[in-house]
């Protein structure tokens, strides 16, 4: 694609910029040889809470979705969910490892205004944000919460260009979820979707402005 004109830069932060599934070796030190499938059952009902809450307009903090995801995910691979393994697995969320290329990548934009916009709570994103050392990189940690209603809602979008002072049309979206990325798009966002898995892309009628397999990439494709 062409070079495209962005003053800012706004990140999605679960799956993008921290990978959810490094909470697999605390779930395999609680569950042994159920790890990687609890993390994954564990993070799809997360997804799934925040899309069906939106719709039933009953939101509740990022925090308590995640637990409440956490539970069924016990109740399903018929463990107890005592206080200790909630405890261990919630703050396991607070020390999520960053992907290889995320510390490259931010660096190669650190002469773009950069902010993440989640649907994390502020006590969550605060903390995963500190414990990467990336406190400083960032303008604006941006929760959906301040909206009280979950991605992709147009709403929680145009939480950015209000608070970054800049034009929809000039924020690179980044997101490693088609979903976010076609929404972002959808609201007005040049959006870069961040494939790192290879999957197929959603049908939804709306495409990302670029399909690509790391952070790194975004620095080529962009004009400041």
């Not at 993008?16 to 395999?28: G, I, K, Q, R, Y």
């Not at 301040?146 to 924020?171: M, N």
Request: charge should be neutral; aromatic fraction near 10%; glycine fraction near 6%.
């Amino acid at each position: 694609m062409n070079k495209t004109k962005i003053k800012a830069f706004v990140f999605d932060a679960y799956g993008t910029l921290f990978d959810v599934h490094s909470v697999v070796s605390e779930c395999a030190n609680l569950f042994p040889g159920q790890g990687e499938a609890f993390s994954r059952l564990w993070r799809t009902k997360q997804l799934e809470y925040t899309w069906l809450r939106s719709l039933m307009g009953k939101y509740v903090s990022f925090q308590q979705v995640t637990e409440e995801a956490l539970k069924f995910t016990c109740r399903s691979f018929n463990i107890p969910c005592d206080p200790e393994i909630r405890h261990r697995l919630m703050n396991a969320y607070l020390h999520l490892d960053t992907y290889p290329d995320v510390t490259p990548a931010l660096k190669a934009l650190s002469g773009i205004p950069l902010a993440i916009l989640s649907n994390g709570s502020p006590g969550m994103l605060d903390a995963v944000v500190a414990n990467a050392d990336l406190a400083s990189t960032f303008r604006h940690v941006i929760s959906v919460d301040e909206v009280k209603i979950f991605k992709p809602d147009p709403r929680v979008y145009d939480l950015a260009p209000r608070k970054l002072g800049v034009d929809k049309s000039e924020i690179g979206f980044v997101s490693s979820n088609c979903w976010d990325a076609v929404g972002a798009k959808a609201f007005g966002f040049s959006t870069f979707w961040i494939n790192r898995a290879g999957a197929a892309m959603d049908e939804m009628g709306i495409a990302p402005n670029a399909v690509l397999g790391k952070l790194t990439e975004l620095k080529d494709l962009v004009t400041g």
